[in-house]
């Protein structure tokens, strides 16, 4: 959204003490309320700039009140209240909005949520019917009318609207998603069948289209179909939640309900899809707003509380994200999901003692989940707890068993922490193991060729690793001032000052990185520059140990 200048805050203040003064028989300018009507507006602008979504709706609502025909502060007003999930206010403004803008994009949107909430369909679609069209918002217009039109009854409006979607070949996977649900919802098992397979084409069996489409099948008498679905996907990551509960109801004999029963739990789903491919930076507030939206027509939309709570997490809102999290109910399937974000959020604010509470309670009661214990270890590792992180991690990988491909992260984790713990030969073996699995991962191979290095073991062998490493990520300058520190170890010290300057520049506050220019720097004869690195080094808070190493060779620089 684009903010009112401060200038032009002033300016507008300053106008209407100029025009009082003119007029010495009207009334006296309440220097008070201009003053607190400015204040609200700076204010209001800072929380917006830092998203901080309700303490904006509250300071821009104040402004409004007391500038009620400004229409810039009207927007805001609007925008804030629906992204902080003021739905309530968020429609007033809207009406206001729309009567001065009638093609209002957000406006007009929230106006058409408004009417689906109340199960007004017809007046949904008038609403969403006046909204300006472009090439992103067409796309959300022909979904939510086609909904509303769906939850009205006129099967031939909706099914147009996917036509439009479909001749546009924009995010058919959405497209045809939405328009499974839509047809199922409309009784219309054969086309929805249809729609439901070119899904799974276009976009892949992604998590929510394997639920819908197994659900479907399981209410369509196809539990076979069904079963073949969930087993199909049932050991990719992330498929568990849905494809365990599918399995359990097909091995029990029970019907599930409808995947989007009501016109307005498909909308929701439509503005979930969306606001989850509003990825980047500049798209949060809209992808926020689109959430807020989404969770109004369907508050049990667990995945879009989910991504709402990402989304902060993106913004660096730990603690309204985490408040998101919660609101997440112990029934649902996310439920666990979503403590363990809040654990690795408070860990985020270096409130490790609660991560640690949560979680210790939450693995009790799941002894068997694999991010549990993962998140709990990475928990005891920030709090410098490591045998208690080693230990997690051993469940971790219990649950995990066998080991794949995926399991490199734990053991690189567990790693870590048996190194810290003093047992640099379960270490090495992890490590060892981690390459096995998954050879070209660039920390891993950092992390024991650096070890080696650091410990004048197998320095050549390491050096191999490291390069390996800077190939895979060439602008990490941890791996680069590896790969210097390795050449500074087999006596090549031009090789080591090349590329330690080069690690220099990519981390330059770096206490280690700084001294290892300096040795190297020292071995090639650049005295001056060494001790300069050196005190570089002091300057940016070495260890206690090698605080004491460095003052010795300043010390001898210095004679």
Do not use: C
């Amino acid at each position: 959204m684009r903010i009112l200048p401060l200038i032009a805050a002033l300016s507008f203040l300053s106008s209407a003490a100029v025009a009082a003064e003119a007029k010495p028989a009207a009334k006296i300018v309440d220097t008070d309320s201009i003053a607190a009507s400015l204040g609200d507006y700076l204010s209001a602008r800072f929380a917006a700039n830092n998203h901080n979504y309700a303490e904006a709706a509250r300071l821009y609502k104040a402004s409004l009140e007391r500038d009620p025909d400004n229409p810039q502060l009207l927007t805001y007003a609007f925008f804030y209240a629906a992204s902080a999930g003021q739905m309530d206010d968020a429609a007033k403004y809207a009406e206001r909005l729309a009567a001065n803008s009638p093609d209002d994009r957000a406006a007009r949107l929230t106006l058409a949520v408004a009417a689906l909430k109340k199960h007004d369909y017809n007046r949904a679609r008038a609403e969403i019917a006046k909204s300006a069209k472009g090439p992103f918002t067409s796309f959300t217009v022909a979904l939510i009318d086609g909904w509303a039109a769906g939850g009205a009854g006129n099967g031939d409006a909706a099914k147009a609207q996917f036509k439009l979607l479909h001749a546009q070949k924009s995010a058919d996977g959405l497209a045809y998603f939405n328009e499974a649900m839509l047809l199922e919802l409309l009784g219309d098992k054969d086309a929805a069948n249809t729609a439901y397979m070119a899904a799974l084409t276009a976009s892949g069996p992604t998590p929510r289209v394997v639920e819908a489409y197994g659900k479907f099948l399981e209410r369509s008498g196809r539990a076979a179909d069904a079963r073949a679905l969930y087993e199909k996907v049932a050991a990719e990551s992330g498929y568990t939640i849905v494809t365990a509960p599918g399995l359990a109801r097909i091995a029990a004999g029970t019907i599930p309900d409808a995947f989007a029963p009501r016109a307005e739990d498909g909308a929701a789903e439509a503005l979930f899809g969306i606001a989850s491919s509003l990825n980047d930076d500049s798209s949060r507030d809209v992808s926020v707003l689109y959430l807020r939206l989404a969770l109004h027509l369907n508050p049990k939309l667990d995945l879009a509380t989910i991504l709402l709570a990402s989304r902060f997490e993106g913004l660096g809102k730990f603690d309204d994200a985490i408040a998101v999290y919660q609101s997440v109910a112990p029934s649902s399937p996310f439920y666990r999901l979503a403590t363990v974000a809040v654990a690795v959020d408070l860990a985020r604010q270096d409130k490790n003692d609660e991560a640690i509470a949560r979680l210790e309670k939450l693995s009790a009661q799941y002894p068997a989940d694999i991010e549990t214990w993962t998140a709990l270890g990475d928990s005891y590792r920030a709090a410098k707890r490591y045998g208690d992180a080693v230990k997690a991690y051993d469940r971790a990988l219990q649950a995990a068993a066998p080991a794949t491909k995926k399991s490199w992260p734990l053991l690189y984790a567990r790693a870590v922490a048996e190194q810290e713990s003093g047992s640099w030969e379960k270490a090495e073996a992890d490590l060892r193991q981690a390459l096995v699995l998954s050879p070209n991962e660039p920390q891993v191979l950092n992390y024991l060729g650096y070890s080696w290095v650091d410990q004048q073991r197998n320095v050549k062998e390491a050096l191999t690793m490291l390069e390996k490493a800077r190939a895979l990520s060439p602008q990490d300058g941890y791996i680069i001032d590896s790969v210097g520190w390795a050449y500074y170890r087999l006596g090549r010290y031009d090789d080591a000052v090349d590329a330690l300057e080069d690690a220099v520049q990519l981390v330059p506050g770096d206490s280690t990185i700084n001294d290892h220019l300096g040795d190297a720097y020292w071995k090639v004869g650049r005295k001056l520059d060494a001790a300069f690195q050196w005190h570089h080094a002091l300057a940016f808070g070495p260890e206690p140990g090698e605080k004491v190493k460095i003052e010795k060779k300043l010390k001898t620089a210095e004679q």
